[in-house]
């Protein structure tokens, strides 16, 4: 199972040091981390500099974070994990919107009913 969490801030490290302390874990040299067969990394979204775009569509955020589990169906694991990202971020007031299969299981549906009351 897979998830795309998108990420409405610049810089990587500040996402990184948000996500260190929210999941309890340490990132690797690649912005990748493990948690209980669950992958966490941490990516720049190449589509935003393509695109031209900054503001708008949240496909297009500066940062995304991959979260994959290696199971194929819905776990608990990836629901509680990808949960925690999105919590953990807006609550420092990064805006964060989660795209995958299971949005419906998700804190504000993914994020996306954040959007147009963000604060």
């Avoid at 990394?41 to 500099?49: F, G, K, P, V």
């Avoid at 569509?57 to 169906?73: K, N």
């Amino acid at each position: 199972m897979f998830g795309k969490a998108f990420i409405n801030e610049e810089r990587i490290s500040v996402v990184q040091e948000n996500l260190s302390r929210t999941l309890l874990v340490h990132f690797d040299s690649t912005a990748t981390t493990v948690i209980g067969g669950v992958e966490v990394e941490i990516r720049r979204n190449s589509d935003r500099a393509s695109s031209g775009q900054t503001i708008g569509d949240f496909t297009f955020w500066p940062v995304f974070v991959e979260i994959e589990d290696e199971e194929s169906g819905v776990t608990d694991s990836i629901v509680e994990i990808t949960s925690r990202v999105i919590v953990g971020l807006w609550e420092v007031g990064i805006p964060v919107v989660v795209a995958c299969d299971f949005e419906d299981l998700l804190p504000w549906k993914g994020g996306i009913e954040r959007i147009a009351d963000p604060f």
